[in-house]
């Protein structure tokens, strides 16, 4: 065994993670310490010990205050998943001691969530109410670093092909077609048929340039002949699509639940246009050998179960 493998597995311990993850949080020496309830030689008598262990510099320190190194980064990246595993350990056994099942928290993409992740958690609410679910929207390029460094327990969304990784497990469930929305007052919304070309020099709400939605959009307008729209707000909130679809007003692209969910509602138009394009399935996404608390399994069981009831 290296020594960088005794460091990490015996020598270690909590409060030596818990300096290095507020050394990197505030970067001053004097505000770890007061963050910390310790006076500063002893955060630099701590830093030091813990570089010691290692046998290199973690953070460079000057009079501005003190930035990590490339290796201070890895360890805090190493530091900031085992906190994490921390927290969720102490919040479930809590949750258990209280008479709560406990707590899971879940990424979500606006694909997931307004339909598929909201049936699963009424499920998982119905089992157990007192179960604590935090829900974070996001897409893949903000919620991977995340569930990588534990803060979440699993994603749930479009498999993105190109964010396939050897550490991730992937878990398909269902297929889920995008089709194109407005708000019910907008002009085109009242047009018996509508095509590619009414829709290219209009406003648009789209997905973010690496989405395989997005991509696949701007195919079917080249395969119309037409260049893709210029006038875009590009973005992964459902919020943000819900308010410039209804508020510019602009043309939305959003997944086919989600639209058809919103337009029952009163909140959007589905217009009538074919979108012949072939997608990544929708499912879930976990970390690779990471144990599952028993919340997380039966929201994961929950989720299997409400698409099994579309």
Known sequence: ???????????????????????????????????????????????????????????????????????????????????????????????????????????????????????????????????????????????????????????????????????????AVYDEPMCVVTCADHPIAHKASVDWHDLASLPWVVPPPWASSRIKLNQMFYKHGLNPPVDLIESASFLTILTFVRQRPAIGYLAQDVARHFEAQGLLKVLALEIPVELPPVGIITMRGRIRTPTCTQLIECLRLAAAQR
Request: charged share 25%; hydrophobic share 45%.
């Open 1 to 171: 065994m290296s020594d960088i493998d005794r460091v990490l597995r015996s020598n270690l311990k909590l409060r030596h993670l818990q300096l290095l993850v507020a050394l990197d949080e505030f970067r001053h020496i004097g505000r770890v310490a007061e963050s910390l309830a310790l006076t500063q030689p002893a955060v630099s008598k701590m830093l030091a010990e813990i570089e010691r262990m290692f046998g290199l510099a973690l953070f460079s320190r000057s009079t501005r205050g003190t930035e990590p190194t490339a290796y201070g980064e890895t360890v805090i990246r190493f530091a900031r998943s085992v906190q994490a595993d921390f927290d969720r350990t102490r919040d479930e056994i809590n949750a258990v001691a209280s008479g709560a099942a406990g707590r899971v928290s879940i990424g979500a993409m606006v694909v997931a969530t307004p339909v598929w992740l909201a049936q699963a958690i009424s499920l998982l609410k119905a089992r157990s109410s007192q179960t604590t679910a935090l829900i974070e929207e996001g897409d893949l390029k903000r919620l991977l670093p995340r569930l990588r460094m534990g803060e979440l327990d699993l994603l749930v969304g479009r498999l993105e092909p190109g964010y396939a990784a050897p550490d991730l497990d992937t878990e």
